[in-house]
């Protein structure tokens, strides 16, 4: 369950506490936190707890924190190279091959022709963000 778009996730979490705490110290107490003012002021630490979380709250992911991640991004980095070393190998070959026939010289002309996609950006060491 995520957050939601405003406090009433954060809100209902304090009532139902504090609902399930004073039940624990005397049956029947629980029903005070329905009372408009005591359900505004929880209504009021709910927004507190929401506000802090998704204004003030960040995120970090590194290697140190999700190994994992990091490994598999690193991985993809990696075939991605060598992805695009190959793409520059086969339209090196192409360039290279004496073509003989028509058929042959499209081909050669249409491959050798594409325009590469260029070396693959560098990967993140980190990613930071905001809890929404």
């Known amino acids: 369950m995520g957050l939601g778009p405003n406090k009433n996730t954060a809100k209902q979490e304090f009532v139902e506490a504090m609902r399930a705490r ?13 009372e408009p ?9 709910g927004e507190a ?6 204004v003030h709250a960040e995120t970090l992911s ?3 924190t999700d190994h994992a991640f ?3 991004v690193e991985d993809v980095d990696t075939w991605l190279g060598r992805m695009a070393s190959w793409q520059l190998g086969v339209n090196q070959a192409f360039s290279n091959w004496a073509a003989a026939g028509a058929a042959d ?3 050669k002309t249409a491959i050798t022709g594409l325009q590469g996609p260029g070396t693959p950006p560098a990967p993140p060491a980190q990613l930071k963000g905001k809890l929404k």
């Not at 707890?49 to 998704?54: A, M």
């Open 22 to 34: 004073l039940e624990a110290q005397e049956a029947g107490l629980g029903a005070n936190v329905d």
């Open 49 to 54: 707890v929401y506000r802090i979380l998704t």
């Open 105 to 107: 010289l499209q081909l």
């Open 37 to 45: 003012s005591v359900n505004d002021n929880l209504g009021a630490l």
């Open 70 to 72: 990091w490994q598999w």
């Open 62 to 64: 590194n290697d140190g």
